[in-house]
């Protein structure tokens, strides 16, 4: 991996804007600007804005691109470390890249994907927490899910582990004092606080594994799926919280025959709705796939709205779709929440049917036609969201992402069979190997420990330009 060359890109989204922001990094970034333009950029001073002239060829008034405020930074007081320039220039993609073609023909290379980071991260001026947490930040979509990264990225997470390692390091100390003196039998610690920082540590691995499902409901958002028998009203259902025609709305039984998912963001949560195909029985070939997907959707969904037809009679279909979804509802321990829509019709004849029907069950009176009863279905999934999510928001100690929980996950099974090793009375040897294991897990988590190809695979879904 070579870091002494001098990289450049695109740092702004490309297309047309009244800004584009080109970014220079590395030891030759000022010599190689010097080449494009008529100034001595050595003797830039840090943090000083300029207004340059840029050419083609500085030796040829004729080959002008734009005049730009340019943004030096000496390294290592900058992102990378290293020397930097920021060009902010008009936002034409085409002065963009004749300004690029210019200082790559002097002696810049087209940075990678995330390599701007990646040095970052090289020359000590992030930690590979903080690091994954640039990408995650521009990412974010809600306020909710830029709180879980702030800890991260400003160092709060990495505080943490180095915490937990320090536990991990003082457990090893005290058997491996114990391995150097075996020979005079001296027990440096007892048996009961052995016991302990085991217990203790590999309770806090195992919050910090645990953490990664809780936070899925800030990172990918809360799924909702919403289910019922055709022509219930689903897709109405589904427009009306989005405020936009996105499902089509017709009064012919299995219009929707496929899941439609939609996401937004209601108060700073992050929602994903599923409108799914009308269940029932049907012989028609694209209406079965239809329904399957749809069964996929509501096991996997956070919460199962099923729409009813208050305006009507309970059906058949409507016990067997109920019985059908507390069998797996039950199954994470959950249940659907019911939805009488068309209140604005409903049908007070069978009011005692539909009361016997819910007893138990979460319901709200609604109407797609008139809106009636929405604002008590943005609370409900509000006070919801809070409610799963409390403990994750307050935690400093949350992990975001598939590498972490992946990590977590390989340290906390070096404790359970050092646990093992203790239990059994085996060789003390046995669990100094399996906690050194844990504590090198630690330090890849925050890259201490590293290899290329980790840092490759982090870096490579990075923007380019960052």
């Known amino acids: 991996m070579n870091t002494n060359d001098t990289i450049v890109a695109l740092a702004t989204p490309p297309g047309q804007s009244a800004i584009a922001i080109i970014r220079l990094s590395g030891y030759d970034c000022f010599p190689i600007m010097s080449k ?38 000496h390294a290592p007081l900058s992102y990378t470390g290293e020397n930097i320039i920021e060009i902010n220039t008009h936002g034409s993609m085409l002065i963009v890249q004749l300004i690029i073609n210019a200082l790559l023909e002097n002696g810049a290379r087209f940075a990678r994907a995330g390599e701007f980071t ?46 937990l390692k320090s536990s991990f390091i003082e457990l090893l100390s005290l058997i491996e004092l114990e391995l150097d003196f075996s020979e ?46 055709p022509n219930v009203g689903k897709s109405s259902f589904l427009n009306l919280l989005l405020k936009k025609e996105r499902a089509i709305v017709s009064e012919m039984a299995g219009t929707t025959r496929d899941v439609i998912t939609e996401e937004i963001d209601i108060s700073g949560y992050k929602f994903v709705f599923s409108d799914t195909a009308g269940i029932h029985l049907t012989d028609n070939p694209i209406e079965k796939e239809g329904i399957l997907r749809s069964s996929d959707v509501i096991k996997a969904a956070d919460l199962v709205f099923v729409l009813l037809d208050s305006s009507k009679r309970l059906t058949k279909e409507d016990f067997e779709l109920k019985n059908q979804l507390c069998v797996d509802q039950l199954k994470k321990s959950d249940f659907p929440v019911f939805l009488l829509n068309k209140s604005d019709k409903y049908a007070q004849q069978y009011e005692e049917e539909y009361l016997a029907f819910l007893d138990n069950f979460s319901y709200f009176s609604i109407s797609c036609l008139n809106g009636s009863g929405f604002d008590l279905i943005e609370s409900f999934l509000i006070n919801t969201v809070k409610a799963r999510t409390q403990y994750v928001v307050k935690a400093n100690t949350t992990i975001i992402n598939e590498r972490q929980k992946n990590v977590i996950n390989e340290a ?32 890849e988590l925050i890259g201490e420990v590293s290899n290329d190809d980790i840092l490759s695979n982090i870096f490579m879904n990075f923007c380019i330009g960052k």
């Open 36 to 73: 494009i333009t008529t100034v001595d950029c050595q003797n830039f001073k840090h943090k000083k804005l300029l207004l340059l002239n840029l050419y083609k060829d500085k030796n040829n008034q004729d080959s002008f691109i734009d005049q730009c405020v340019v943004l030096p930074y």
């Open 118 to 163: 990646e040095r970052a991260f090289l020359n000590g001026k992030l930690d590979l927490i903080q690091s994954e947490s640039i990408d995650a930040l521009i990412r974010a979509s809600t306020e909710l899910e830029l709180s879980l990264v702030h800890n991260h990225y400003n160092g709060q997470f990495s505080k943490s582990i180095h915490s």
């Open 184 to 229: 005079e039998d001296v027990e440096f610690a007892s048996r009961t606080r052995l016991q302990s920082l085991l217990d203790e540590t590999e309770h806090q691995l195992t919050n910090l594994f645990n953490s990664y499902k809780r936070t899925h409901i800030i990172r990918d958002g809360f799924s909702v799926a919403i289910v019922g028998k």
């Open 412 to 443: 906390l099974e070096s404790v359970g069979r050092a646990k093992e090793s203790f239990c059994s009375g085996l060789s003390q040897e046995y669990i100094a190997s399996d906690i050194r294991l844990a504590i090198n897990y630690l330090g």
